[in-house]
Nanobody, 123 residues
């Protein structure tokens, strides 16, 4: 069972990146998916989540209106489109999967975690 996050990189403030999270090893079609991030010296924080159907989403206030979470129709890959990036968005971004709840911001309710991808936003 693996979640592979990729798509991170270096971007200037105001730019965009799209992160992807691919699932393998089992079917995640009935799992809620989430993105979290951890900046240096800070705790991991919730960014966005999407229900298994894709019909419901949640966003942290800090990214609302700038980030969009989505998943493909096969429900194998989850995306995080990040626009209008700010230096404070710099962090390692992690994807996670949960079969405990439909939609949640709580990291403790996610069963599986990817390894993280680094996003660096320069000013």
């Amino acid at each position: 069972v693996q979640l592979q996050a990729y798509g991170g990189g270096l971007v200037q403030a105001g730019g965009s990146l799209r992160l992807s999270c691919a699932a393998s090893g089992r079917t995640f079609s009935r799992y809620g998916m989430g993105w979290f991030r951890q900046a240096p010296g800070k705790e991991r924080e919730f960014v966005a989540a999407i229900s298994w159907s894709g019909g419901s989403t949640l966003y942290a206030d800090s990214v609302k209106g700038r980030f969009t979470i989505s998943r493909d129709s096969a429900k194998i890959t989850v995306y995080l489109q990040m626009n209008s990036l700010k230096p404070e968005d710099t962090a390692v971004y992690y994807c996670a999967a949960s079969n405990k709840v439909v939609l949640t911001t709580a990291p403790g309710l996610y069963n599986y975690w990817g390894q993280g991808t680094l996003v660096t936003v320069s000013s």
